[in-house]
């Protein structure tokens, strides 16, 4: 694969923002926003909730917010999207109450949100839940001391949304630092609102009363770029990404040039891997930011599955990741899974046949997979895919690789002979 790309808004910030610009009446308006359907998705949550959002003009949302929200999200919309339990953190906050259907979204495992909820009730919030709903009440949100377990994303987010309008001050410990929620507070303290620690697993959040509207470009996507450039080094490639920070890629960068790929550039001159003669195995170990991204773990199995010698997997954010294993071994790759490593030795030749998009990272994995198969590789359920990379079949193409988005049924007897 050879060629330049620009690379989108990121997902993971975008659909945030979206939840953060209900925090203020009036017009919010975010730009490079990723034409994908998650987005679509966030979409109509907010305008379920009474936000005017006008999309007509491609990459950017228009938000005409109202002075008073809904307060409560429909199965259909939540379940589509579980990333929109983060507009209960923004609904509490400022509305004081908040019923939402429980969230659907990547099929990973075990995804809970009893931290978010946990910290939602320091703060003061009446929480109840049952299976298939969370309600959430308070009269004003008070700032608490809250120490996460875990450093969650989606937990830090949740909570930072509500403490910006809480009274007084709330300190999240070992909180999430990845570069996206730096992005959130940047949105966030354009509108006004006062957050010490950007960066660092100490968020220090003073309330204020009211936020103003803002304007606000998202952050290039790092998974996304991360998906191309393992592209680029799977495939013998020479590829170069621009408008995203390569610094938010570091150790995937490293793990790269461990492989043997050469990695040069920076965000302004954009970030440009070469691959090198021959991938080389190396271990890779998921764990929240700065540590390996868990969203690029399949298509690095995909990238490993070719590179000589024997390397390590180990999953340590979500159980269900794996999940695409069964269909890289239906492909030919030789991966062993002691709990949560999976083994994998290389190289092995890969030859296509119909496989099984079961979540968004594995769908992207398996369509690169087929970019180094032998003949031709179907990937079923790509709407897992379209969930988050725009028209990834003709990005794919533009740098060279021979890839098709095909609206035909696929032939489901060839699935079901996947072992
Ligand atoms: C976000 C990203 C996802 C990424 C993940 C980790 C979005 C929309 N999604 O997901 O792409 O893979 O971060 O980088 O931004 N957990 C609990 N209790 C909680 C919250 C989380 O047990 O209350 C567990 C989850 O089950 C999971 C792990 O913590 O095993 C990580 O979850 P979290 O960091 O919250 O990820 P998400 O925000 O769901």
Do not use: W
Not at 117 to 129: D, F, H, K, P, S
Not at 152 to 179: D, K
Not at 308 to 328: A, H, K, P, Q, Y
């Amino acid at each position: 694969m050879r060629g330049s790309l620009p690379i989108n808004g990121a997902k993971n910030s975008a659909l945030k923002l979206v939840a953060a610009a209900l925090l203020a009446e009036g017009r919010t308006t975010i730009t490079n926003v990723p034409d994908i359907a998650d987005m679509h998705a966030m979409a109509d949550v907010a305008r379920h909730l009474g936000v005017n959002v006008d999309a007509s003009v491609p990459g950017t949302f228009v938000l005409d917010v109202p002075g008073e929200l809904h307060t409560a999200t429909p199965p259909e919309l939540v379940q589509r999207l579980r990333a929109s339990i983060v507009v209960l953190g923004p609904l509490v906050g400022r509305q004081r109450r908040a019923r939402l259907a429980m969230p659907g979204g990547c099929n990973l495992g075990s995804r809970n949100i009893d931290l978010h909820l946990a910290g939602l009730a320091r703060m003061g919030a009446e929480v109840t839940y049952g299976p298939d709903y969370v309600e959430a009440t308070c009269e004003r949100l008070s700032g608490a001391n809250i120490e996460l377990p875990f450093a969650s994303v989606g937990a830090t987010e949740n909570l930072l949304l509500a403490a910006v309008l809480a009274q007084g001050r709330t300190r999240i410990s070992n909180a999430a630092r990845e570069p996206e929620i730096g992005d959130l507070v940047a949105f966030l303290q354009s509108m006004g609102a006062r957050i010490q620690g950007t960066g660092t697993s100490e968020l220090v959040i003073d309330g204020v009363d009211q936020l103003s509207p803002t304007h606000h470009a998202v952050l290039g996507d790092r998974i996304e770029a991360g998906t191309f450039v393992v592209a680029a080094a799977l495939t013998g490639g020479d590829v170069t990404l621009t408008g995203v920070d390569p610094e938010h890629l570091r150790l995937a960068l490293e793990k790269l040039r461990d492989a043997g790929a050469s990695v040069s550039g920076d965000a302004t001159t954009g970030l440009r891997v070469r691959a090198g003669d021959e991938l080389r195995a190396l271990d890779v170990v998921t764990l929240p930011y700065p540590g390996f991204p868990t969203d690029l773990q399949p298509q690095f199995l995909v990238l490993l599955s070719q590179a000589r010698g024997t390397s390590m997997v180990t999953e340590n954010v979500f159980d269900g990741r794996f999940s695409i294993l069964g269909e890289l071994s239906a492909l030919g790759a030789e991966i062993d899974l002691e709990g949560h490593h999976a083994v994998v030795r290389g190289p092995r030749p890969l030859s296509g046949r119909t496989v099984t998009a079961s979540d968004l990272r594995a769908g992207a994995a398996l369509v690169l997979a087929g970019l180094v198969a032998e003949g031709e590789t179907r990937v079923a359920e790509p709407h897992h895919i379209d969930r988050g990379y725009a028209d990834f079949a003709g990005r794919l193409r533009a740098l060279g690789g021979d890839v098709e988005r095909a609206d035909v049924p696929v032939d489901l007897e060839d699935v079901a002979a996947a072992p």
